[in-house]
């Protein structure tokens, strides 16, 4: 990607772009606003929640629609409960640190960024979103090729050891 297409994008930026940005937005904010411990608990019930829902057996018997579209938020539908289901588990049980560990913003804003980064990763690699949606050449770059999905699920485990006590 040269530079006239990149200012190109930048602006005339594409629907999907915005709705991205918007959503790793909303992730930074929750980020800061929930502290390190939570988000932890959040990108492990991302890892846990996708495994889970890649190999649940009963999806297919579970999800029966007519359209590509109506089963892409079908199945959207079923990962978010069962990352929902996870996530609270986790919170639950994973007991991080005190709330005085907190003050590294830094670690939190990673965090996010790359639990945001995670979560877009899956919705395109467990999901049929490919299929029905057009998507920029940023996001099919950053977010839709298996490589993007190995360096998605790499990181995050990586920050992990960085943001250790």
Do not use: C
Not at 6 to 26: Q, T
Not at 35 to 56: A, E, N, P, Q, R
Not at 108 to 126: C, I, K, N, V
Request: proline residues 2%; glycine residues 4%; positive net charge.
């Amino acid at each position: 990607m040269d530079v006239a297409q990149i200012s190109k994008i930048i602006s005339n930026p594409s629907w999907d772009l915005i709705i991205l940005f918007f959503f790793i937005a909303v992730g930074f904010f929750y980020g800061i606003s929930a502290g390190k411990s939570k988000l932890i608990s959040f990108l492990l019930s991302l890892y846990v929640s996708g495994f889970l829902f890649d190999k649940f057996y009963y999806l297919d018997q579970l999800i029966k629609t007519d359209s590509i579209a109506s089963t892409f938020m079908a199945r959207v539908a079923v990962f978010l409960v069962i990352l929902f289901i996870v996530n609270l588990l986790f919170s639950k049980v994973l007991r991080l640190g005190s709330e005085g560990s907190e003050k590294k913003w830094w670690q939190a804003l990673l965090l996010s960024f790359l639990s945001s980064g995670l979560l877009f990763s899956y919705l395109f690699h467990l999901f049929p979103a490919k299929e029905i949606f057009t998507f920029s050449p940023i996001v099919q770059n950053f977010f839709a090729s298996s490589d993007a999905f190995f360096w998605w699920l790499t990181l995050p485990l990586v920050a992990l050891f960085l943001v250790r006590k």
